[in-house]
C-alpha cells in the first residue's frame, strides 16, 4: 500500500529554533508539493518540486523556510527561526509529471510555542 | 488570480443525500478534484472528474460539473456518520515554472447527525 510518509507527526519547540519536516513520497512519483494548513488561510502551497528541481516556491517566506529535495526519496522543509505565527499542519503531497492528482502524507502538525 | 470558494459548513441526518456545492475561477482546469479531511488526518482523494464531463458517479458519490458557470458539486447518497469530514474542492491550475497545482477552496464540513 503506497503512500506518502511525513516525520515527525508532532513538533512542539520554542520560538527561535530550527525545525526540520522530512517527507517520503511514493515510490517512483516525480512531484513533490509541500502544504500549510490553518484555520485563518486554509490550504496554502507553499513549493513545488518536479524531477527534485524546485519549480515554484513563491509561496514560501524566503528570509526564514528552506524546501529541498537531497534524492528522490525525502524531500525536507526547514524552518529556521521558527516563528509562533509558523504553528499550522504541514502536508507534503506527491504525484506524477503530467498527472494533476496528488496524494497527501497524513502531515506534520507543528507548534511554536 | 484562482479562488475556490465552497461553503463552510452542512449538517444532514444520517441516510440523507448530502450535496456539497463549491464555484471555482479557472476555465482551463483540466481536472477538478474532491478531497475529504476527516479529524487529526491527510487529505484523501475521493474523486475527481475531467473538465469535458458533466457527471461522474462512484458508488455513493455523484460529481456534476457546470463548466459554463463555473460550478462543481459532490452528491453523497445515504450518508453515514463515517462520511462526518472536511471536503475540499480543487481545481488544477498551472504554475509559471510548468507544471499544475491544486487550488483548493476553504473546505465544507460535513456532520452527519443520528
Known amino acids: 500500500d503506497a503512500r506518502v510518509t511525513q516525520t515527525p507527526r508532532h513538533k512542539v519547540t520554542e520560538m527561535g529554533q530550527e525545525v526540520t519536516m522530512r517527507c517520503q513520497p511514493i515510490?517512483?512519483?516525480?512531484?513533490v508539493f509541500w502544504y500549510r494548513q490553518t484555520m485563518m488561510q486554509g490550504l496554502e502551497l507553499l513549493a513545488y518540486f518536479r524531477n527534485r528541481a524546485p519549480l515554484d516556491d513563491s509561496g514560501m517566506p524566503k528570509d526564514r523556510f528552506s524546501a529541498e529535495m537531497p534524492d528522490a526519496t525525502l524531500a525536507t522543509l526547514k524552518i529556521q527561526p521558527s516563528e509562533p505565527r509558523d504553528s499550522a499542519v504541514y502536508f507534503c503531497a506527491s504525484g506524477l509529471v503530467g498527472r494533476d492528482t496528488q496524494y497527501f502524507g497524513p502531515g506534520t502538525r507543528l507548534t511554536v510555542l | 488570480g484562482e479562488d475556490v470558494e465552497q461553503s463552510l459548513f452542512l449538517s444532514v441526518r444520517e441516510g440523507d443525500s448530502s450535496v456539497i456545492n463549491c464555484t471555482y475561477t479557472?476555465?482551463?482546469?483540466?481536472?477538478l478534484y474532491w478531497y475529504k479531511q476527516e479529524p487529526g488526518a491527510g487529505l484523501q482523494l475521493l474523486t475527481y472528474?475531467?473538465?469535458?464531463?458533466d457527471m461522474k458517479q462512484d458508488q455513493r458519490l455523484t460529481v456534476l460539473l457546470n463548466k459554463k458557470d463555473k460550478h462543481l458539486s459532490l452528491r453523497i447518497a445515504d450518508t453515514q456518520t463515517g462520511d462526518s469530514a472536511i471536503y475540499f474542492c480543487a481545481e488544477s491550475t498551472i504554475l509559471t515554472g510548468g507544471g499544475n497545482k491544486l487550488t483548493f477552496g476553504t473546505g465544507t464540513q460535513l456532520k452527519v447527525e443520528l
Open positions: 479557472d476555465s482551463s482546469s483540466t481536472y
Open positions: 515510490l517512483g512519483h516525480n512531484t
Open positions: 472528474i475531467f473538465s469535458n464531463m
